[in-house]
């Protein structure tokens, strides 16, 4: 049943595609890397058509790159690429990274236009979204001086077309420069994933080093002895968030695959095990966003269930459960509560609700088997 769900996931995706324009939407135009890989997915499967939708779709969201600083703006309106808010967030940044990794991996689509634009991002990132500790940031605001007090304001649209010296003559757009542990997940995830698709070349090792770096302080500095994932390095509330514990406990999944290190193996498994306990609800069937806040009160303390949470959470159990020197038993544990979660959110109306927004949804089915790929009809 499972296996059709996803069938029929896939094909309404299809009601949102953009044949002339290229992705999903019509009205905002989003980069959506979890959707591009999707189709190389199904096009892996031997559907043609899913292909050129996904070279598309990369070839136009090409605009969204800024051509000085590199990095991916958030969207564009108007129904066109060439339109863009220029907002730089973290996770627009690793899904596209995501996509090209699997792009470069998919014979005959991969472009080395598709290299050049993922090193433009790693580019920016490496600039803008990283600390001198080589930890990764959050996001870049739009516009110049649209938060700081008594800043001088210059308009995004107005600022991105100047270069880069005279960019740097008026300042730099606000950085969020926190670290967190969801953000720097992500990036460290996206970039080891992308350094897989590069084999040999000497690249591979740079960005391998950078992540590896990132990991290891990120072990002493947010993640407790019981794999509990800290939001932040200081420790000022005892909330703990689900996503920071999914994005991180993946990208340690993702090392140990990459670079064979059992360590890293062995500290995805403790977060895997802290994030079960922390976050279950048993009887939903599915993970809290937080644990319980002691500063809430009110509405504010109302505890939530969130779909893309969980497919991140089913994302990370159900690579988990692959990697190399997990134990028999635990890999069925680990592709067992994968399954059970997906299942859970496999309501119609949940997924109606998402929107064109479901591609990371498929991407984890596919992750713990439950695509049917080789049956008739299967997308």
Same mark, same amino acid.
Do not use: C, F, H, N
């Given at each position: 049943l499972m296996g059709w769900v996803g069938v029929r996931v896939v094909r309404d995706l299809d009601l949102f595609y953009d044949g002339d324009q +290229? @992705?999903? +939407? %019509? @009205?905002?135009? =989003? *980069? #959506?890397g979890g959707n591009i890989e999707v189709e190389l997915l199904r096009g892996a499967h031997g559907d043609a058509a899913a292909l050129r939708r996904a070279r598309q779709s990369l070839d136009k969201q090409r605009a969204l790159i800024d051509p000085v600083w590199g990095g991916m703006y958030q969207y564009s309106v108007g129904g066109v690429w060439n339109k863009p808010h220029f907002e730089k967030r973290m996770p627009i940044q690793t899904e596209a990274l995501h996509a090209y990794a699997r792009a470069l991996a998919t014979p005959g689509l991969g472009e080395s236009q598709d290299r050049i634009d993922a090193e433009r991002i790693i580019q920016y990132l490496h600039s803008f979204l990283r600390n001198r500790d080589g930890l990764y940031l959050v996001s870049q605001d739009a516009d110049l001086g649209g938060h700081e007090k008594d800043a001088r304001f210059v308009d995004g649209h107005i600022y991105y077309e100047l270069d880069d010296a005279h960019r740097r003559e008026l300042g730099i757009p606000r950085i969020d420069d926190h670290v967190y542990s969801y953000e720097n997940g992500l990036a460290i995830d996206a970039i080891a994933t992308f350094a897989a698709r590069l084999g040999s070349d000497p690249r591979a090792g740079e960005l391998l080093q950078a992540v590896q770096r990132a990991a290891e302080q990120l072990t002493r500095t947010h993640v407790e002895p019981d794999g509990t994932v800290r939001r932040e390095a200081v420790v000022t509330s005892s909330l703990r968030c689900l996503a920071d514990a999914a994005a991180l406990g993946r990208a340690f999944t993702v090392l140990a695959t990459v670079t064979g290190k059992p /360590?890293? %193996?062995? =500290? $995805?498994?403790? #977060? /895997? /095990? $802290?994030?079960w306990t922390h976050f279950f609800d048993a009887k939903a069937g599915l993970l809290w966003v937080g644990t319980v806040d002691p500063a809430a009160s009110g509405v504010f303390a109302r505890r939530e269930h969130s779909f893309w949470q969980n497919t991140l959470a089913a994302r990370f159990l159900g690579e988990l459960a692959v990697a190399p020197g997990v134990g028999a038993p635990q890999r069925v544990v680990y592709r067992t509560r994968a399954r059970a979660l997906l299942t859970t959110l496999s309501i119609p109306s949940e997924l109606a609700a998402q929107g064109r927004l479901l591609g990371d949804y498929v991407l984890a089915l596919?992750?713990? @088997? =439950? =695509? *049917?790929w080789s049956k008739p009809g299967a997308p």
């Open positions: +290229g @992705g999903w +939407g %019509r @009205g905002q135009k =989003l *980069p #959506i /360590a890293y %193996r062995q =500290l $995805a498994e403790k #977060i /895997a /095990a $802290a994030m596919d992750t713990v @088997g =439950l =695509l *049917p």
